[in-house]
């Protein structure tokens, strides 16, 4: 096995992560050849294999519980399962191995055990609060749909890592996305690609002020985030909710168990490199927590993370994985961002399988010693 660097346009320059494994045969792996898989994926985030359209659903999912052998339950739990969640409309669990879930487009055929399965590949115009017209659309342009981590963010701690298996990849055409937000922003790549950004640089590239304050934050997941939200309406950049009122109130959702919310900080330390990730799910939250005090106005709540989130999602910090049938992508979940991009068209396929599973370790932040260089005098 060897590792070596994913090839990139000289435009990213501020993707410092992602690595390529070659070598590797996911089917028989040796348990000193796992160790090294693990210590990469933390290092490098984002880990990609190719060549490996041989693996079962069986061995990913074993490759997948390697990483948190404790736990077994899928990311989401079965909460995604709800027809209004935001989450349901998107995956499906393999029946012989329902931690893997099979999404992506077009119809699937006898696809271990699914006798038949219409998927659809999310769109920006079922999500956010502007749509691209149907020309721009027919002209390849797209949008980044939602980014996110595979976190259900109630009850469940977030997996540590995701692993996504390119069965089948549709045309490799070319697709602009738009960001739409005044900026003037653009970015080519592969339809249907997966972006990345690295949770370590967004952090790096804060201001002294705002890191400062990223360490006396603490973020406040809503309840039942993803049917809180399944009638709100995310930015254009696909980075969070609009405020426009359209959350579900606490009356509408199913009982809430104050013990299954989730209060973590807005820093995550990397468990192999020691670095800080700036590591929030936008679209989730509800409050969140400075000096221990809840700033309590969801608006204001948004538009602050906008702006601490908003610059690492600027082109050059993406990472755009170019899919090839068979590439099995093991990502950091806790320490990356991530969104679904790509306008399909009806007589486009696209098969994935997908993994994580709900850890029962929470985040761990930084240390009072790992913030000392960044405290600013107040
Ligand atoms: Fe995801």
Sequence with gaps: MQFRNIQLPASQTGVDFGVELVGCDLEN?????FKEIEKAVYTHQVLVIRNQSHVSPETQYKLTKRFDPEVDTYGHGTSHQ???SVIARDLSPLPGVPQVQLLGHGTVHNHHGIEERKLNHPSHRSFHQTQLSEEDEKAGKTRFYRWHMDAALYELNPPLITTLFAVQTPEHRRELVVYDDGSDQSMDVQLGTTAFISGAHAFDILSPEMKD??????????????????????HSTGLGIVSEGRELPKEELPPIKEEAIKIYPMLWKNPVTGKIHLQVHPCAVEDLIIDGKPVGDLNKVRELLYQIQRPAINPENILAHEWEDGDMVIFHNRGVLHSVVGSLRDDDKRIYHQCNLASAKEPEAPSEEDRKPYILAH
């Design 29 to 33: 792996l040796t348990e000193e050849q």
């Design 82 to 84: 709800s027809k209004k």
């Design 213 to 234: 304050l990223a360490f006396r934050t603490q973020v406040k997941y809503a309840a039942h985030p993803y049917l809180w939200i399944s009638k709100a309406r995310a």
